[in-house]
């Protein structure tokens, strides 16, 4: 998705992507805090990740982004998905997008993130722009609290591989 967003000739956003090997829980914890204090109370954010998701069975079903040098055996080597609060707070931007895309992503919305609920079937152009009024957030996950999601999909079967 990152790759989409830089390759736009007239890209208004600020992008940083932090991938694949680099994607430690020193620099994953560095950039989201860069994003956050850089945030503005007019802004828009969109925060995207990509990975692999942890529960914590013992903390109410929240949960964990897994860097890339994460460690099974240490809870300290995991991101909470509470790190990602400031984008929904009053001090944060107008508007917030965070996507997970990770295995237990659905246990954010204990962070606070507010109830699961369905798209309109219609909206109308009042709607909309009463909506860029005012400040809003959402959360999109691809799985729900306790969940595990499957990394491909291969020809009519899921990915013998997938790895939590």
Known sequence: MADRILS???NPWKVTLVADKGA???ELSD???RFKDSLGPED??????AGHGAPDNKA???GYLLPSDAHPDH?????SFGELDGLRTLKGPKHSLVMLDCCFGGAANNRGFGGAS??????????AKAWTRE??????????????????????????????
């Open 118 to 127: 369905r798209a309109p079937q219609h909206v109308t152009h009042e709607q």
């Open 31 to 33: 950039q989201i805090q």
């Open 8 to 10: 736009l000739t007239a």
């Open 60 to 62: 109410d079903h929240r």
């Open 24 to 26: 430690t829980l020193l």
């Open 135 to 164: 400040p809003a957030w959402a959360l999109i996950t691809s799985g729900l609290p306790g969940k595990m999601v499957h990394d491909q999909w291969f020809g009519g079967g899921l990915n013998p591989n997938h790895s939590p």
């Open 44 to 49: 828009r954010a969109l925060f995207y990740f």
């Open 75 to 79: 809870p300290a080597s995991r991101i």
